[in-house]
């Protein structure tokens, strides 16, 4: 798998399926079996020390009763060309917070600072692994923000994640692995088009949901609230079979989603919770 410069990439699997594996290869953390990695033409050690890439990993603690300016510029020195301190502290959206202790921050501020010692080496290039993994939706918002204004200085950014609507909407590039390899590599809109299918959506009126799964042309169920998501590959037999058993109410037929793209690419690890799809987690 390559990466280009400036691109956004999300690297998108079931648990187990390889992410963080494929991260520590990348930041030269674990050794390939077979094959070589390079990052920016270099060893990924030597790219890592020279500050020409920075990382995110998905665990790790700050340092406490220090601020968030000390913390980032002690950081800052270990680095031969480091990214002037108020750029950082501007692209990770924390120069209002730059005196506050770290020890005395939010969860999504304290994963803003981790994003801002990633960005102390003036890197060219930013691994994130699972970066908003246990953020409410407010924090995950905030953090896009820090890290779409670093991909617009025309910077590359490659993050692992659990969010199919994260993927869909951040990245220009998705890469779905599973077991190990990539089984999928392209747009949100060619992973949903190769996943083929469409979905039709109406109120359920009372209706056991099981019933809907008899419906010709359907090929999976989901209830959300009061409405039924239903995945067909012949839109026009189900609604029409739809319309046969009764009224229906605010019908919306749309294209398949990312999640029946995801759930056709590496089977059902969807239902089994391994991947998230919206709301708050």
């Known amino acids: 798998m390559a990466v280009d410069r400036g691109e956004t990439v999300a690297l998108l699997g079931p648990n187990g399926a390889g992410k963080s594996t494929a991260i520590a290869l990348m930041l030269g953390l674990l050794p390939p079996d077979d094959g070589d990695v390079r ?16 990382a995110m990993p998905q665990e790790g603690g700050l340092i406490p009763r220090v601020t968030v300016r000390e913390l980032l510029t002690f950081v800052r020195g270990t680095y031969p060309a480091p990214m002037p301190l108020g750029e950082v502290l501007d ?36 691994v994130l692994d699972e970066p908003t993994a246990a953020l409410d939706v407010t924090a995950r918002r905030e953090l896009w923000q820090a890290m779409a204004a670093y991909a617009a200085r025309g910077n590359t950014l490659l993050f692992s994640t ?19 390899a990539v ?72 294209g398949g989603g990312l999640d029946e793209a995801f759930v056709a690419l590496t089977g059902d690890a969807l239902t089994r919770g ?3 799809t919206g709301g708050v987690h």
């Open 39 to 54: 990052l920016l033409g270099r060893a990924p050690e030597e790219a890592v020390r020279a500050g020409q890439v920075g």
């Open 91 to 126: 692209v990770a959206r924390l120069t209002a917070l730059a005196d506050r202790r770290v020890d005395r921050l939010s969860g999504g501020q304290a994963q803003r600072v981790r994003f801002a010692l990633a960005l102390c080496g003036d890197p060219e290039l930013i």
């Open 162 to 180: 659990h969010y199919l609507e994260e993927a869909d909407e951040y990245a220009e590039r998705i890469v779905v692995i599973s077991q190990g």
């Open 183 to 254: 089984v999928a590599d392209g747009s949100g809109a060619e992973l949903k088009k190769r996943a083929g299918g469409r979905r039709v959506s109406v109120d359920l009126g009372g209706r056991e949901p099981d019933a809907f799964a008899r419906v010709p042309g359907v090929t999976r169920v989901e209830v959300r609230g009061a409405r039924v998501h239903l995945t067909t590959d012949d839109a026009d037999l189900t609604v029409t079979a739809l319309a046969r058993g009764g009224a229906l109410r605010h019908v919306e037929v749309t």
């Open 274 to 276: 391994d991947l998230h």
